[in-house]
């Protein structure tokens, strides 16, 4: 994660940051063989799979901060900074404005999706994944079933612990 120590940062450039290390947690080269043979046989490119990874991965950094900093004073400018780095993106081109359109209206439905999860259930951020992968193929849904909570819950994790780190809430153990 960042070299800078996370606590020093201003609220707001602790969600930039938290934007701007996306890409370095949720790489292209992380997708295993075995989701990339599904992906091939299924007839998904593993860019698109990618994309729609980075998505998610977007989506569970930013219900991270909505939520754990839910009734804190930092959790507008945490947001804050970190919408800027995803609106920068938007002022780089027709490409980056319609991926930034995307991640805003892929948030509203895993947020749907993440307010319904429940113990012993299947996950429904999974299931709305999947839908977004727009294939009906089984292994593509199991693919969706599997590697989409980890990736969603490993994201919120990671920005937990920084949120720790960052003494912005408290963990047991920190």
Same mark, same amino acid.
């Given at each position: ?23 370095? !947690?949720? !790489? ?24 729609? =990874? ?6 569970? *950094?930013?219900?991270?901060?909505? !939520? ?7 959790? =507008? ?28 209206? *892929? ?28 294939? !009906? ?33 408290? =963990?047991?153990?920190?």
């Amino acid at each position: 994660m960042p070299d800078q120590d996370v606590a020093s940062l201003s609220p707001i450039d602790f969600g930039r940051m938290l934007a701007l290390t996306l890409d370095k !947690t949720c !790489t292209i080269e992380q997708i295993s063989e075995q989701e990339r043979s599904i992906l091939a046989e299924a007839k998904i490119g593993v860019e698109q799979y990618h994309g729609e =990874r980075l998505l998610l991965a977007g989506f569970g *950094r930013e219900y991270a901060i909505t !939520t754990l900093l839910r009734n804190s004073p930092v959790r =507008r400018e945490v947001r804050d900074g970190y919408l800027e780095v995803w609106n920068n993106v938007a002022k780089k081109g027709d490409t980056g404005a319609a991926y930034v359109r995307l991640f805003f209206q *892929r948030c509203q439905e895993y947020a749907k999706a993440a307010e319904q999860m429940a113990p012993g259930s299947m996950n429904p951020v999974g299931l709305v994944f999947g839908g977004f992968l727009a294939s !009906t193929h089984g292994n593509v849904q199991a693919l969706a079933l599997t590697y989409g909570p980890d990736l969603f819950f490993s994201h919120f994790e990671i920005v937990a612990e920084l949120l720790a780190q960052a003494k912005l809430i408290k =963990r047991p153990g920190n």
